[in-house]
């Protein structure tokens, strides 16, 4: 559809689009996120029949109109419950995020999730993994880098421009002195508030949210600042895993989230590799290095 759109125009994919509206389109890489986040609403529904506080799913897109039956006819086909659709008809969508009061954005288009992070609303770019690998059904499993997605770059800018050593130093130095916040602490604090949800009724140890930091932190060098960090916002996380500077792919195969959130593309293309399904948040310093490779 993509390619009919760059090659023969606007009105020819409009015309294919309403031609197939009956023809199912395939799984995107948030579609198993999506599900996850489904079957946490009706957990949360069982326990809280009268509280509206679950999930949201928004389906942006700047498609036009008249291309929402082929999506409609998509959504009912596997069963998923999306009621709010954004339509912008070739404009892009990100002046709605605010609207919306958007927590989390997530797009194919690298361009798109640039303009939604300068707008100062969670954002990343989804890529689909290169292996096919079973994801839970039952729980929603969402992993984290730490510095410039939890956190912020503050760290990251040390490691770059003076070198590991300094890092560590610089960490233990200020290990009892919280990192700021980054672009994706605020989804992180609301998947808390659900967890807790669930803690509430004596759920805790069939919880159907868990949630990870994958770091290539050193746990004994520079671990125990993130750890403070995290308690003096309040936050919990159910897994740390600080790799020293491993490969993240085969600890993710493993963990098989249904997203992982890294700032940078080496990270996210080693989890591809190995079945993850991957999402990029173009924030911080190694975007400046990422761009001049």
Request: charged share 25%; aromatic share 10%; hydrophobic share 40%.
């Amino acid at each position: 559809e993509r390619r009919i759109y760059e090659e023969q125009g606007l009105e020819k994919y409009v015309e294919y689009q309403q031609d197939n509206e009956n023809v199912t389109l395939k799984p995107g890489p948030a579609f198993h996120f999506v599900k996850a986040l489904e079957h946490v609403n009706a957990r949360l529904l069982e326990l809280y029949p009268d509280d509206e506080e679950r999930f949201d799913i928004v389906l942006m897109t700047n498609n036009h109109a008249q291309v929402g039956v082929r999506l409609i006819n998509s959504i009912n086909h596997y069963g998923l419950t999306i009621e709010r659709f954004c339509m912008t008809g070739g404009k892009s969508p990100i002046g709605y995020l605010t609207a919306y009061l958007t927590n989390l954005y997530l797009s194919a288009d690298s361009e798109k999730v640039q303009e939604a992070i300068e707008a100062g609303i969670a954002s990343a770019t989804m890529f689909t993994a290169n292996k096919d690998v079973a994801y839970s059904d039952t729980q929603l499993r969402v992993a984290f880098d730490g510095d410039a997605v939890l956190f912020s770059d503050e760290s990251e800018q040390i490691v770059k421009e003076h070198g590991l050593d300094r890092f560590f130093e610089h960490e233990q130095l200020n290990e009892n002195k919280p990192l700021a916040q980054g672009p994706l602490k605020g989804f992180l604090e609301d998947l808390g508030k659900l967890q807790k949800k669930f803690y509430a009724k004596n759920e805790r140890l069939n919880c159907p949210i868990r949630t990870f930091l994958v770091t290539a932190r050193s746990a004994a060098s520079s671990g125990a600042r993130v750890l403070k960090t995290l308690r003096s916002w309040g936050l919990e996380i159910d897994e740390a895993l600080f790799l020293a500077g491993a490969p993240k792919g085969p600890i993710l195969v493993k963990i098989r989230p249904h997203i992982f959130f890294d700032d940078q593309m080496f990270h996210i293309e080693g989890a591809q590799k190995l079945g993850t399904i991957a999402a990029h948040v173009p924030y911080g310093v190694a975007q400046k290095y990422h761009k001049s490779a």
